[in-house]
Structure formats: structure tokens, C-alpha cells
């Protein structure tokens, strides 16, 4: 794709995700606009162009990544058609941001990266914790060594049991594994893994277990695992879908020779520093549109003026990761 002034977007799945995550950061960065919608629910399709503006909507995908006013196609539909509708897309001649998880595993993330080369086209993936000054503060801390050299990790990810995971007859489809995959974990955990892997380095060893502890679906609701990076760090994790409330818990601990810092993947609580000084506290709030600086990096990368932190192939270690940790 040559450079372009104005870089207008077509989206693939418009449902929850981008009526504030990702939806308005297409139109209102500067150099982006946002041109098509599409979803099989034409109602439901019109209805979001209508009220975000954009001047076409689209019920079939194919319609959409053939629209010549779309220049890059963003997949926001569930997990088990990220491979086949970002691949389409590519070999259309258009670069994509595909949601994530990245594919229902490392194999089709592969797949996905060489219909890229192929096509001559970039391929960004929505981990875009790499983005947020929140996550770039704890990188800078440690970075500049506040911490010393970081030697462990330690997650912890407890909520309890939503009122719709108590329906079977109306499961959401990310507890559905045949659309989306091994339930919460393949949700939630990969952001918490992407941005270890941004801050610490990759990871080269995985291992885990998952459980069906609660019994009110068929995927896992609790995983644990041990991680070692190629840096020489060491990490446990833990995810849990059905604690009591109680328990609840976002936590991610990286502890270093001289300190630690503690931060949140979800709850954007206070980044604590702890070092033989004491302890201090950096508030961070993440921004109203959570996607607009990693789709602010797109649209300069795609212009030349900039880089963009998460791509195809960074995305697919973290489907590498998630792979080795449900291996039975």
C-alpha cells in the first residue's frame, strides 16, 4: 500500500467492541476515516453507520474488502473466522488489523502471516495494551532499571461467574469452543501475555493446566501456568472464571534484583514501584477510546510516518504461548 493521506477504514463484525473501543478512533484520529460496516444483521448493520456516521454499511464480508474506497479492513468478528476474513482481505490487497486472539491457534496464525508476505501487506493485531501510556509507564520503569534486572513473574486473574455463563441454552459465544476457543482464557489471557511479552521479551518455554472446576460450561474455567522467557525470567499464572467474589483479582507482579512493580491488565489500577526507597504510585487513566493510540499507530505507519507495537508476527508468539499452555 502507498502512503495516503487520508487512511479510510472498513470494518468486518461492527458488534460491541467498536461502538467505543475501536469504532471512534477510526474516525476521529487525524489522517483516519472510517468509510464501511459491515454485519450479517443488516439492521443492526445500518443502525451502527447511522449513528457513527459512516456513509456505507454491507452485510457480506466479501462486499465489503471489495469496496475500492477501503483501504484497510479491520476484523472484529469472533475468534474462528479472524484466519479466513483476514486472509481474504490480504489477498484482496489490503492490509488488516484482525482482533485478538490473533487465530484459534499458532497454526493458523502462520497461515495468516504468509498469506501477508505474500500479499505484500501488513498485518497489525488489536493487543493494544502496547499503545496505552499506562502499560509504556511500567516499560519505562523497567526499562531505566528502577526494578534491577527482572527475575519473576507472577499473574493472577480471578473473577467470578458472569449471569450468562449460568445459561446453557444462551452461552456467549466465547464459551461456545468451536467459535470461540478455550473459553475466557483464550480471551482475556492473551492480553496479560502479549504485554509480557512487549515488556519482558520473548517467551521460549510454556507449560499448563486447565480445569472445568464450576461445571457450568464445557471449556476451561480455570488455567494456571508456568512461563520462562528467553531473557532468563521465570512466571506463574493463574486465571479463574468462576472465584468467589471475594477472590476477585487483576494483578501482574514483575519482581526484579532491586524491586518490583505491580500493575492491572484490565482495571487500570495505580502502577506501584516498590524499591528499598519505598514505594511509589503512578495513576494512569486509560484513554475514553482504548484503541485510539494503537490505531493512531497504524494510521501513521500506513502514512510512513510511524510504527505500529503489535503485529502478525508478535501476535502469533502470544498464540505460541496460549498453544503450549492447553496442550493436554
Given at each position: 500500500?502507498?502512503?495516503?493521506?487520508?487512511?479510510?477504514?472498513?470494518?468486518?463484525?461492527?458488534?460491541?467492541?467498536?461502538?467505543?473501543?475501536?469504532?471512534?478512533?477510526?474516525?476521529?484520529?487525524?489522517?483516519?476515516?472510517?468509510?464501511?460496516?459491515?454485519?450479517?444483521?443488516?439492521?443492526?448493520?445500518?443502525?451502527?453507520?447511522?449513528?457513527?456516521?459512516?456513509?456505507?454499511?454491507?452485510?457480506?464480508?466479501?462486499?465489503?474488502?471489495?469496496?475500492?474506497?477501503?483501504?484497510?479492513?479491520?476484523?472484529?468478528?469472533?475468534?474462528?473466522?479472524?484466519?479466513?476474513?483476514?486472509?481474504?482481505?490480504?489477498?484482496?490487497?489490503?492490509?488488516?488489523?484482525?482482533?485478538?486472539?490473533?487465530?484459534?491457534?499458532?497454526?493458523?496464525?502462520r497461515e495468516m502471516i504468509a498469506a501477508a508476505?505474500?500479499?505484500?501487506?501488513?498485518?497489525?493485531?488489536?493487543?493494544?495494551?502496547?499503545?496505552?501510556?499506562?502499560?509504556?509507564?511500567?516499560?519505562?520503569?523497567?526499562?531505566?532499571?528502577?526494578?534491577?534486572?527482572?527475575?519473576?513473574?507472577?499473574?493472577?486473574?480471578?473473577r467470578p461467574a458472569a449471569p450468562e455463563d449460568?445459561?446453557?441454552?444462551?452461552?456467549?459465544?466465547?464459551?461456545?469452543?468451536?467459535?470461540?476457543?478455550?473459553?475466557?482464557?483464550?480471551?482475556?489471557?492473551?492480553?496479560?501475555?502479549?504485554?509480557?511479552?512487549?515488556?519482558?521479551?520473548?517467551?521460549?518455554?510454556?507449560?499448563?493446566?486447565?480445569?472445568?472446576?464450576?461445571?457450568?460450561?464445557?471449556?476451561?474455567?480455570?488455567?494456571?501456568?508456568?512461563?520462562?522467557?528467553?531473557?532468563?525470567?521465570?512466571?506463574?499464572?493463574?486465571?479463574?472464571?468462576?472465584?468467589?467474589?471475594?477472590?476477585?483479582?487483576?494483578?501482574?507482579?514483575?519482581?526484579?534484583?532491586?524491586?518490583?512493580?505491580?500493575?492491572?491488565?484490565?482495571?487500570?489500577?495505580?502502577?506501584?514501584?516498590?524499591?528499598?526507597?519505598?514505594?511509589?504510585?503512578?495513576?494512569?487513566?486509560?484513554?475514553?477510546?482504548?484503541?485510539?493510540?494503537?490505531?493512531?499507530?497504524?494510521?501513521?505507519?500506513?502514512?510512513?510516518?510511524?510504527?505500529?507495537?503489535?503485529t502478525g508476527v508478535s501476535a502469533a508468539r502470544?498464540?505460541?504461548?496460549?498453544?503450549?499452555?492447553?496442550?493436554?
Amino acid at each position: 500500500m502507498e502512503p495516503k493521506q487520508i487512511v479510510r477504514w472498513g470494518i468486518l463484525g461492527c458488534g460491541d467492541v467498536c461502538e467505543r473501543k475501536s469504532g471512534p478512533p477510526m474516525y476521529l484520529t487525524e489522517h483516519s476515516a472510517l468509510v464501511a460496516v459491515m454485519r450479517r444483521d443488516g439492521a443492526k448493520a445500518a443502525d451502527f453507520a447511522r449513528r457513527h456516521q459512516v456513509a456505507r454499511f454491507y452485510t457480506d464480508a466479501g462486499a465489503l474488502i471489495a469496496d475500492p474506497e477501503v483501504d484497510i479492513v479491520y476484523v472484529a468478528t469472533p475468534h474462528a473466522t479472524h484466519k479466513e476474513l483476514t486472509i481474504r482481505a490480504l489477498e484482496a490487497g489490503k492490509p488488516v488489523y484482525v482482533e485478538k486472539p490473533m487465530a484459534m491457534n499458532h497454526a493458523e496464525c502462520r497461515e495468516m502471516i504468509a498469506a501477508a508476505e505474500k500479499a505484500g501487506q501488513k498485518l497489525f493485531v488489536a493487543y493494544y495494551r502496547r499503545a496505552l501510556p499506562y502499560f509504556l509507564k511500567v516499560r519505562e520503569l523497567i526499562e531505566t532499571g528502577r526494578i534491577g534486572s527482572p527475575q519473576r513473574v507472577e499473574v493472577r486473574y480471578l473473577r467470578p461467574a458472569a449471569p450468562e455463563d449460568r445459561d446453557p441454552e444462551h452461552l456467549p459465544w466465547r464459551l461456545r469452543r468451536e467459535v470461540g476457543g478455550e473459553g475466557y482464557f483464550y480471551d482475556m489471557a492473551p492480553h496479560t501475555l502479549d504485554i509480557l511479552d512487549f515488556l519482558l521479551g520473548e517467551i521460549a518455554a510454556a507449560e499448563g493446566m486447565k480445569s472445568n472446576l464450576g461445571g457450568l460450561y464445557e471449556v476451561a474455567d480455570t488455567v494456571s501456568a508456568a512461563l520462562h522467557f528467553r531473557s532468563g525470567v521465570v512466571g506463574t499464572g493463574l486465571w479463574s472464571f468462576v472465584a468467589t467474589p471475594e477472590e476477585t483479582e487483576d494483578s501482574v507482579l514483575i519482581v526484579g534484583s532491586r524491586g518490583s512493580v505491580r500493575f492491572s491488565t484490565f482495571a487500570f489500577t495505580p502502577v506501584e514501584l516498590t524499591t528499598p526507597e519505598g514505594t511509589e504510585r503512578f495513576a494512569i487513566e486509560p484513554p475514553t477510546h482504548i484503541q485510539a493510540p494503537m490505531i493512531a499507530s497504524i494510521v501513521a505507519e500506513l502514512r510512513g510516518e510511524g510504527h505500529c507495537p503489535s503485529t502478525g508476527v508478535s501476535a502469533a508468539r502470544t498464540s505460541w504461548v496460549m498453544d503450549a499452555i492447553l496442550k493436554e
